[in-house]
């Protein structure tokens, strides 16, 4: 399982690249659907990866 913070990383990463495409073309309201849709993605990407924290069952060590 990728942790948290590499997970929140691609999507940064992801959203940089189109952002700055955005950017260079200078497309206002493009870098402003960007925003949002960053915004969005993030807040539903941590709700599923707290969802993904509660339900996973932690590992026994031997002798547990």
């Known amino acids: ?8 990383a691609n999507l940064e990463q ?8 955005a950017k260079g073309k200078d497309q206002a309201h493009r ?9 969005r993605d993030q807040l539903m990407l941590e709700v599923l990866l707290d969802i993904r924290s509660l339900l ?3 590992k026994l060590s031997p002798g547990q």
């Open 56 to 58: 996973s069952v932690p």
């Open 1 to 8: 399982m990728r942790p948290r913070d590499q997970i929140l």
């Open 31 to 39: 870098m402003e659907e960007l925003d949002a849709g960053y915004q």
């Open 14 to 21: 992801t959203y940089r690249e189109q952002y700055d495409r």
